[in-house]
C-alpha cells in the first residue's frame, strides 16, 4: 500500500501538467503519477528500422507512455479556445484563452519552436474563407505552434525530467485496474504491472487522465461505479492524403485549414482534423488489436505529400449507448478487409464503384507515405450515411482546394476518433464521487495537446 495525496492515472498532457502546475504553485503534496507506458526516453516504435508495423505487446510505443500520443504526434498546438473540445462551456471561454496562453508560455520553456503558424497573411486568409463559404463551409483560422514529432519527444523529456527533480513519483508499467471506493468517495485506486503484481495507492484525490486510449476503459468504470456521464461522440472517417502542390497555398497561409461543414443530405458535422504538410500517414495499434491511421509531421524530415483527416461526428440517442463500441466494430470490419493492415484507395475509384490495386498506386503521383497500407476497397467497410459525408464533403473542399478532389488523391481507413463519454462535472473538475476527478480527451471535455494540457494546469491550481 502507497499513500499519497493525489494519484494521476495517466501521464498525458493532462496529467503531466497538473504535477507541473501543482509545484510551480509551490505545492509540496506528495504526487504520484501511475502510467502503463514506458518513459518517453524508453519509447520507440521499430516501425522506422523494420519498415511495417510490428504490432508490439503488451501495447503499442506510438500511443503509450509519458506524454501518451503527444510524443509521437505532430506536436501541435491549437492557440485558440475555438478548437481543441468543449472545456470553454465548462470553464467560460475567457478563462480558457487566458489558460492557454499561460500554458503556451510554459511549452516555450521547455523549447517549443517561437514561430507561429497561421497568422498574418489576412488578404490570403480571406481569400479562401470566401471561397469555403461559397462551398458551403466555415473555415476556423487557427493560430498553431507545431512542435514537430522529434520537437515534441525533446519536450517532453525535459518536462519528464523536471517532475523528477520536483520530486514527483512516476511509476511506469503499472495500469489502472479498479477505483478504491468507501461508499461515494473514492479513495484511491488499485493497480498492477505486467506480472500480475498488484499495488494499492490510497489518495485524497484519484484523477484519471489516460486520453483517448483510455476511452473504453473509462467508460466501463464509469458504468461500474455510477460515475455520472452520458454518451459522447466519436469520430469515423479517413485520412486523406495529396501532393504537397495542390495544398501548397493553404499550407503556406494557414498551416492547418479547419473546414467544417454539415453536408447534405444528412446534415452531419464533418470537420478536417491534424493537416500535416509534409507528412507522413502513420499507423497506430490498440490494445484490442485495432489499428487505426494516423498522421504526422518533423520540423526537417519532409515527404512530397500533405495528409489530413475527415471526419465524420456521430451522436447516438437512446436506447443505443455503446457509441466507442460501434466505432470500434467499423475499425475491425476494415482492418478485415486489410488483413490487419491499413486500407487505402484513390478516391476516383470510390467514385467509380472499383477497388484501387497497388498497380493503380505505384502510377500514381501521389506516393503513399504508409508503404504498407494494403490497396482496396474501404466503401465495403465505411456505413453508407459516413461515405456519403466523406465524398460530399472532399467535393466541397475541392472549391477551396482546387485539386483536392482528383482521381488520385489518396483515402486511408479507418481514421478514428474515441472520445470518453463525457462525465458529468463542475467547474472545479469534480465528479459525483467525492475526491475523483477526470481530465483530458479521457474526461470527453477536450480534444488534442494544448486543451488537454490547460485542463491539466487548471486542476493542478485547484489542488494547490
Same mark, same amino acid.
Not at 45 to 60: A, E, L, S
Not at 155 to 170: A, D, K, N, P, T
Not at 217 to 246: M, Q, Y
Not at 254 to 259: P, T
Given at each position: 500500500m502507497k499513500k499519497c495525496d493525489v494519484v494521476i492515472v495517466g501521464a498525458g498532457p493532462a496529467g503531466i501538467f497538473t504535477a507541473l502546475e501543482m509545484r510551480r504553485r509551490g505545492s509540496d503534496k506528495k504526487i504520484i503519477i501511475v502510467e502503463k507506458g514506458q518513459p518517453v526516453?524508453?519509447?520507440?516504435?521499430?516501425?522506422?528500422?523494420?519498415?511495417?508495423?510490428?504490432?508490439?505487446?503488451?501495447?503499442?510505443?506510438?500511443?503509450?507512455?509519458?506524454? #501518451?500520443?503527444? &510524443?509521437?504526434?505532430?506536436?501541435?498546438? $491549437? %492557440?485558440?479556445? !475555438?478548437? @481543441?473540445?468543449?472545456?470553454?462551456?465548462?470553464?467560460?471561454?475567457?478563462?480558457?484563452?487566458?489558460?492557454?496562453?499561460y500554458t503556451d508560455s510554459i511549452y516555450l520553456e521547455f523549447g517549443a519552436d517561437e514561430h507561429i503558424e497561421g497568422v498574418g497573411n489576412s488578404d490570403e486568409v480571406k481569400d479562401i474563407r470566401k471561397r469555403a463559404?461559397?462551398?458551403?463551409?466555415?473555415?476556423?483560422?487557427?493560430?498553431?505552434?507545431?512542435?514537430?514529432?522529434?520537437?515534441?519527444?525533446?519536450?517532453?523529456?525535459?518536462?519528464?525530467?523536471?517532475?523528477?527533480?520536483?520530486?514527483?513519483?512516476?511509476?511506469?508499467?503499472?495500469?489502472?485496474?479498479?477505483?478504491?471506493?468507501?461508499?461515494?468517495?473514492?479513495? #484511491?485506486?488499485? &493497480?498492477?504491472?505486467?506480472?500480475?503484481? $498488484? %499495488?494499492?495507492? !490510497?489518495? @485524497?484525490?484519484?484523477?484519471?487522465?489516460?486520453?483517448?486510449?483510455?476511452?473504453?476503459?473509462?467508460?466501463?468504470?464509469?458504468?461500474?461505479?455510477?460515475?455520472?456521464?452520458?454518451?459522447?461522440?466519436?469520430?469515423?472517417?479517413?485520412?486523406?492524403?495529396?501532393?504537397?502542390?495542390?495544398?501548397?497555398?493553404?499550407?503556406?497561409?494557414?498551416?492547418?485549414?479547419?473546414?467544417?461543414g454539415y453536408p447534405q443530405p444528412f446534415k452531419n458535422k464533418v470537420r478536417t482534423f491534424c493537416q500535416n504538410p509534409g507528412g507522413f500517414v502513420s499507423q497506430e495499434n490498440y490494445d484490442n488489436d485495432l489499428a487505426v491511421v494516423n498522421g504526422h509531421s518533423y520540423k526537417e524530415r519532409k515527404s512530397n505529400n500533405t495528409n489530413l483527416a475527415i471526419l465524420v461526428s456521430h451522436n447516438f440517442s437512446e436506447p443505443f449507448n455503446q457509441p466507442i463500441a460501434y466505432a470500434q466494430k467499423v475499425g475491425e470490419l476494415t482492418n478485415m478487409l486489410g488483413d490487419g493492415h491499413i486500407l487505402v484507395q484513390r478516391f476516383g475509384d470510390i467514385l467509380d464503384g472499383k477497388r484501387t490495386w497497388a498497380k493503380e498506386l505505384s502510377h500514381s503521383n501521389v506516393v503513399p507515405t504508409l508503404p504498407d497500407a494494403v490497396?482496396?476497397?474501404?466503401?465495403?467497410?465505411?456505413?453508407?450515411?459516413?461515405?456519403?459525408?466523406?465524398?460530399?464533403?472532399?467535393?466541397?473542399?475541392?472549391?477551396?482546394?482546387?485539386?483536392?478532389?482528383?482521381?488520385?488523391?489518396?483515402?486511408?481507413?479507418?481514421?478514428?476518433?474515441?472520445?470518453?463519454?463525457?462525465?458529468?462535472?463542475?467547474?472545479?473538475?469534480?465528479?459525483?464521487?467525492?475526491?475523483?476527478?477526470?481530465?483530458?480527451?479521457?474526461?470527453?471535455?477536450?480534444?488534442?495537446?494544448?486543451?488537454?494540457?490547460?485542463m491539466g494546469v487548471l486542476m493542478g491550481r485547484k489542488l494547490v
Open positions: 526516453e524508453k519509447r520507440h516504435c521499430p516501425k522506422d528500422k523494420t519498415g511495417r508495423c510490428m504490432n508490439c505487446k503488451p501495447y503499442c510505443h506510438i500511443t503509450t507512455g509519458f506524454s #501518451g500520443a503527444g &510524443a509521437f504526434s505532430d506536436g501541435k498546438l $491549437s %492557440l485558440s479556445y !475555438e478548437v @481543441g473540445g468543449d472545456l470553454p462551456e465548462l470553464i467560460t471561454p475567457a478563462l480558457a484563452q487566458e489558460t492557454i496562453d463559404i461559397q462551398a458551403g463551409l466555415k473555415l476556423v483560422d487557427c493560430p498553431i505552434r507545431h512542435l514537430g514529432t522529434e520537437r515534441a519527444q525533446q519536450i517532453y523529456f525535459e518536462i519528464e525530467q523536471e517532475l523528477v527533480r520536483q520530486g514527483v513519483e512516476l511509476l511506469f508499467g503499472y495500469a489502472c485496474d479498479d477505483l478504491i471506493l468507501d461508499g461515494d468517495v473514492c479513495r #484511491g485506486i488499485r &493497480a498492477s504491472d505486467r506480472r500480475g503484481e $498488484s %499495488l494499492e495507492i !490510497e489518495a @485524497g484525490h484519484t484523477i484519471i487522465a489516460t486520453g483517448r486510449r483510455g476511452a473504453d476503459w473509462l467508460e466501463r468504470l464509469c458504468a461500474a461505479h455510477h460515475i455520472a456521464h452520458k454518451p459522447g461522440t466519436v469520430d469515423i472517417g479517413v485520412r486523406v492524403e495529396v501532393r504537397n502542390e495542390v495544398m501548397e497555398m493553404v499550407n503556406n497561409v494557414l498551416y492547418e485549414s479547419k473546414l467544417i490497396a482496396g476497397d474501404i466503401t465495403s467497410a465505411m456505413p453508407y450515411r459516413a461515405m456519403v459525408n466523406i465524398i460530399n464533403f472532399i467535393q466541397a473542399v475541392d472549391h477551396v482546394v482546387p485539386g483536392f478532389a482528383s482521381t488520385e488523391t489518396l483515402l486511408y481507413s479507418p481514421e478514428l476518433k474515441f472520445y470518453s463519454n463525457r462525465v458529468r462535472m463542475d467547474a472545479d473538475f469534480n465528479t459525483n464521487v467525492h475526491g475523483l476527478h477526470c481530465l483530458g480527451d479521457s474526461s470527453g471535455w477536450t480534444r488534442g495537446l494544448m486543451m488537454a494540457s490547460v
